[in-house]
């Protein structure tokens, strides 16, 4: 089977806007209506890491137990993903946004009236389905509208909204966590999502689903072995970070020492982490794909390994913990290898990069967690998360040796180059 050229330059793009006939206004319009989104988006998804101990208080659980909520949300946009990219591909693209954020308002507002610790899950996980279909189609426009050779900067560029949420959203809806309590972060989520859907209806071209769109078509992408390969890369190897950052809160204040006011300030250094690293990663994988996700995969165990000893001071912690928000560098970049790999079946492809990332949520956390609750300490979630992200590179590195070999003279099949 030869490959396909990415589908983003072909006449069946997901996006019938060509870069050219859309003005820098009206793209950054666009991207910024996005953003917005992602902003929510990640907003609602970071903050409870923050609020663990309120939240297990308060429905009378454990912290570790609390942090299945945490997984309850990355099991709904792993399930919600790939089933919703599905369902609506013959709808038209900003009908789609705005029904997606609607929905994830909606599940917002409902966590904050959950009465306990089993419909905190449901809920949860029922605001998790929106989740990845959202970011695929909002990937999918940006890098449409971006100009050849920066499709990876569009994609950083909605991405940026979800990493900013964890420099502003998240400090913001932890700070009103604490003072009002958990549940008031989820109202603060569930109003920016509201605000989104108002600009995505403004700013975004009521743009058709592309010709011959069908279930059936979507579902070609699950054909393809480097689009699962890209997959496991995201599933396995962003784990580390989720491993450390679901209990930072607890392990800062019990290990570093760190007072109870200065959780907001370290949770922005995060954030600061993870806006340098979008935009850092994107112009590398723009330079060169490929070695930027190996390099990325073996930055990521590095600093994760360092955290181990880095957690037991106040200031070596907070430097730490940046360097663990810079790790998201390597979004962007696995954002466009789907893109590249997935032929015509861009919707599902793009939208199960983040079931991928939050299959790496779920298992981070729990690992995390599990690790914890065996007595190694707050600060084995270090190890967890390079052994994470070294079993990343070795998916990475059985990625391109089967692409080289498919490469070769004789092979029945041609994978997209791994160079």
């Keep these: 089977m030869n490959a396909s050229p990415p589908a983003l330059d072909s006449a069946d793009t997901d996006i019938s806007v060509s870069s050219s006939s859309a003005s820098r206004v009206d793209f950054l319009r666009a991207v910024l209506a996005l953003g917005v989104g992602g902003f929510a988006i990640g907003t609602g998804e970071f903050v409870i890491m923050g609020l663990l101990p ?12 609390a ?16 089933v919703l990219a599905v369902l609506a591909a013959g709808w038209g693209r900003r009908a789609l946004l ?10 917002n507002f409902a966590s904050a009236m959950a009465p306990g610790y089993v419909s905190l899950n449901l ?37 940026l909204g979800l990493t ?14 604490q003072l009002f309590g958990w549940r008031a972060a989820f109202v603060f989520v569930g109003v920016i999502a509201l605000i989104a859907v108002v600009l995505l209806r403004r700013d975004i071209p009521d743009l058709a689903a592309p010709a011959g769109a069908s279930p059936w078509r979507e579902l070609g992408a699950l054909k393809r072995k480097q689009v699962w390969f890209t997959l496991g890369i995201g599933a396995i190897g962003f784990g580390g970070m989720f491993s450390v950052f679901s209990y930072i809160k ?50 990521a165990a590095l600093v994760l390994a360092v955290f181990t000893f880095a957690a037991h001071n106040v200031y070596t912690a907070a430097f730490n913990v940046f360097l663990i928000g810079t790790t998201v560098a390597i979004g962007p970049a696995l954002q466009i290898r789907l893109m590249d790999v997935a032929g015509d079946a861009q919707t599902l492809a793009a939208a199960l990069n983040h079931s ?33 992200a070294l079993a990343g590179m070795g998916v990475f590195w059985w990625a391109v040796t089967s692409a080289r070999a498919s490469e070769r003279p004789g092979a029945t099949q041609r994978a997209p180059s791994a160079s």
């Design 123 to 159: 809920l949860r996980f029922a605001t998790g389905l929106p989740h990845g279909t959202y970011f695929g189609v909002a990937a999918l426009v940006a890098a449409t509208l971006a100009p050849p050779g920066r499709r990876a900067r569009a994609v950083g560029l909605v991405m």
């Design 356 to 388: 991928a990332f939050n299959m790496a949520n779920a298992l981070g956390a729990w690992l995390g967690g599990v690790a914890i609750a065996a007595g190694l300490g707050w600060t084995s979630t270090g190890w967890v998360g390079a052994l994470l």
């Design 250 to 299: 607890p392990t800062l204040i019990e290990v570093a020492g760190l007072p109870l006011g200065g959780v907001p300030f370290v949770l922005a250094l995060f954030g600061l982490g993870m806006v340098a690293g979008n935009l850092v990663g994107s112009r590398l994988a723009d330079k060169s794909l490929m070695r930027t996700i190996g390099g990325l995969l073996v930055y």
């Design 98 to 107: 705005i029904a997606l954020m609607a929905v994830f308002a909606a599940g």
């Design 164 to 177: 900013g949420a964890t420099l502003v959203g998240v400090p913001i809806a932890a700070w009103l966590g």
């Design 54 to 65: 309120e939240v297990a208080k308060d429905i009378a659980v454990t912290i570790p137990q």
């Design 67 to 82: 942090g299945h909520v945490i997984s309850a949300y990355a099991l709904g946009v792993v399930i919600g993903a790939p």
